[in-house]
């Protein structure tokens, strides 16, 4: 699989064995016994491989690209090394009750350093904390996750994400707010931008404006969940209008007057 594979992209980059190999920083010898599957490539040339042509090991040594369409080789041209419609079963690990009902795996700050090697484990999820929200679809898959920092009020640190699971990310709307889990960063709860058409990444904003825009490329996320509630343990500053302003002087003003009324009588 791998030997036709490699051939084929190279013939679709237009180059020869001795070039690419060059290119490669690999000998001709080498290049083309992976190619006419006499050898195999060791990881670090698989990384190299990889590198070069933009798609994921994974992918390589797994997926025919003689079965692809035209579509399929235009997200690999565009730099997509995932199935980003979803279209494919993603991996996700669940935790269930005894009534085979999920349950959402709640998230703490000392296991969310983790999350980037463990989000697929179930050795890692079984022994994460669970919670029932009855008010929640049960054919959707929700997870609970903390937040850090003061990108994203009026969610402060220390508050508790509940997320969606969102298989076709083509599917997210502009301004959506969602947990991100990247290769890098981690947990990241950020309001999204979709660019995938155009940049193959979603832009990431903070609701906080001191904070910069960036960008994550689609081969950098592990998965994403669309926000749906937070947990926090404060309460969020409230701003009366004046008229509600008005009410509330009154209403103050009324009961320190009865007050008064009582004390003359007694």
């Known amino acids: 699989m791998v030997g036709k594979n490699l051939k084929l992209l190279r013939k679709r980059a237009k180059k020869s064995q001795e070039d690419l190999a060059k290119e490669l920083g690999l000998t001709r010898s080498s290049y083309s016994g992976y190619e006419n599957n006499v050898a195999q490539p060791n990881i670090e040339s698989l990384m190299l491989i990889s590198d070069y042509f933009k798609v994921s090991i994974d992918e390589l040594v797994r997926n025919d690209f003689e079965k692809y369409n035209n579509s399929d080789w235009k997200k690999v041209d565009?730099?997509?090394?995932?199935?980003?419609?979803?279209?494919?079963?993603?991996?996700?690990?669940?935790?269930?009750?005894?009534?085979?009902?999920?349950?959402?795996?709640?998230?703490?700050?000392?296991a969310s350093a983790g999350y980037t090697t463990g989000?697929?484990?179930?050795?890692?999820?079984?022994?994460?904390?669970?919670?029932?929200l009855p008010f929640l679809s049960r054919d959707r898959k929700y997870r609970s996750f903390p937040i850090k920092g003061d990108s994203m009020p009026?969610?402060?640190?220390g508050s508790f994400v509940v997320g969606e699971f969102v298989q076709n990310?083509?599917?997210?709307?502009?301004?959506t707010?969602?947990?991100?889990?990247?290769k890098d960063e981690g947990v990241v709860f950020k309001v999204i931008h979709n660019l995938l058409e155009s940049k193959q990444s979603f832009q990431l904003s903070s609701t906080n404006t001191f904070y910069e825009p960036y960008?994550?490329?689609?081969n950098d996320i592990l998965e994403i969940w669309k926000f749906v509630n937070y947990i926090s343990p404060e309460l969020p500053d409230v701003r009366l209008d004046d008229n509600n302003l008005s009410k509330s002087i009154n209403t103050v003003q009324k009961e320190l007057h009865e007050l008064k009324s009582m004390i003359n009588k007694s």
């Open 215 to 218: 960008y994550v490329h689609v």
């Open 78 to 110: 565009q730099g997509f090394s995932i199935d980003i419609e979803g279209k494919k079963l993603r991996v996700l690990t669940t935790i269930v009750n005894d009534k085979n009902e999920d349950l959402i795996e709640h998230v703490p700050v000392k």
């Open 177 to 182: 707010p969602c947990v991100i889990i990247t």
């Open 169 to 175: 990310w083509m599917s997210i709307s502009n301004g």
């Open 119 to 132: 989000y697929a484990d179930p050795d890692y999820l079984k022994v994460l904390p669970t919670f029932h």
């Open 154 to 157: 009026p969610v402060v640190e």
